[in-house]
């Protein structure tokens, strides 16, 4: 039906040229100096026809679907130049390039913190205020009074807790000597090791007994919110009257209290190795 009307469309028009050839030649023919109102007025009338059957026809008798614009096909060689991809992304749609970055961004802006040595020992101690440390095993390369006699060196690796430590609590250190040159040789490891200039720690914090006992008589009598010690005894005698306590030892102990932590060494406890 849409082609049958077409065709008759067209015999028309081809009729209507026919006619204005026709007239025109008529018109042509006419002199100029014969020409009256009457006939000027037909050809004015004319001339709009024409225009208007013009205008007409040029008009679209259905407005044309939109076509959907071709997806811009996928690089495959070197030679093709990023400002080429770019001419073929349409208006408001972005390039996978540019969401990567701009993911990249967000999971920057999003990305947790990492919390700092000081934070750790905080949050480790539980807001703790007072520590009791031992030294031997814990704070110098030492295990046992008779080695002190001998010489007395700092952990390098525990030593950065040890002085966050000493920011942020009361802390005293304390162990058995068996003369008072051990306690001198262990004075000037840590003053060399700068735990009395960069710390909070004071001389007078670094007590000494003979005995065992002596020890356990020490943290009984400060009272501290945690004890870090390396005798399992000792450690298990204090689990009732110290709020926690962290045994240093190489291997985990079985059935500990509650509030005794294990781990191999300070340092460890605190994740700063």
Known sequence: MAESSKEELVQLIKRFGAYLTFKMSNLFSISFHNLNSRSVGAVAGLAVAIVFTWRLLRTPSAPQRRQPKRQAPAASSSGITSHSNAAFIPPG???SSEDARAQNVVDEFFQPVKPTLGQIVRQKLSEGRKVTCRLLGVILEETS????QKQ???KSSVLEVLLEITKFCDLYLMDRVVDDESEKKVLVALEEAGVFTSGGLVKDKVLFCSTEN?????VRQLEPDWHIDTNPE???QLARFIKYELHISPTRTERTPSNVFSSPSLERFFGSV
């Open 214 to 218: 002596g020890r356990t008589s020490f």
């Open 234 to 236: 000792i450690v298990t």
């Open 93 to 95: 749609v972005t390039s």
């Open 152 to 154: 007395a060196t700092v």
């Open 145 to 148: 009074p008779e080695e002190l």
